[in-house]
């Protein structure tokens, strides 16, 4: 089991960032896909963003030219600078990651709220 430990997450006024931290237990180099997914209250999880083992990144067009996703091997940690936050963006935010073996994992979740 994939142990990922969230933080960064907080209230910000609209128009404000924020950068969440994700930092996995094991090597990144076993994992697959990191990244990242938000829930709304009433709403599903969707997708955020997400890099791969090799840097490819992939966006919702929702947050796009806004949210920025990063990884350091070193630190086997992933990271979602969110710039231009939006009351919309307000829900809690899942870390994700993808081993090679193709098992997923989840993080606990960390809340972020735009007030506007």
């Known amino acids: 089991q994939v142990q990922l430990v969230e933080s960064g997450g907080g209230l910000v006024q609209a128009g404000g960032s924020l950068r969440l931290s994700c930092a996995a237990s094991?090597?990144?180099?076993?994992?697959?896909?990191m990244g990242w997914y938000r829930q709304a209250p009433g709403k599903q999880r969707e997708l955020v963003a997400l890099i791969t083992r090799v840097g490819s990144t992939n966006y919702a067009d929702s947050v796009k030219g806004r949210f920025s996703i990063t990884s350091n091997a070193a630190r086997d940690t992933v990271y979602l600078q969110m710039n231009s936050l939006k009351p919309e963006d307000t829900g809690v935010y899942y870390c994700?990651?993808?081993?090679?073996?193709?098992?997923?994992?989840w993080g606990q979740g960390t809340q972020v709220t735009v007030s506007s």
């Open positions: 094991e090597t990144m180099w076993s994992l697959n896909v």
């Open positions: 994700h990651a993808k081993r090679l073996d193709q098992s997923i994992h």
